[in-house]
């Protein structure tokens, strides 16, 4: 429920901020070799991406030369 000046709603968003930070952040270790190791195979993931997005893009553009050219016939 809105009120007029919208104190009802500020109030429900104070109140969930505030318990939300109160929660302690779990943050997972990790040593530089396994960063590392990661990093190394999101780079390898993205490169491969890449890759297949350039296949993509040309097969799209030489269907889309042919459909241009069905069309001027």
């Not at 809105?2 to 779990?26: C, D, I, L, R, Y």
Request: cysteine-free; charged content about 25%; aromatic content about 4%.
């Amino acid at each position: 429920m809105a009120t007029k000046n919208g104190k009802k709603e500020e109030t429900k968003f104070e109140e969930a901020s505030q318990e939300a930070s109160q929660e302690a952040p779990v943050q997972p270790q990790f040593s530089m070799e396994e960063l590392a190791g990661q990093l190394g195979y999101a780079q390898k993931l993205i490169a491969i991406l890449q890759t297949k997005l350039n296949d993509a893009n040309g097969v799209n553009i030489q269907l889309e030369a042919k459909l241009q050219m069905a069309n001027e016939k």
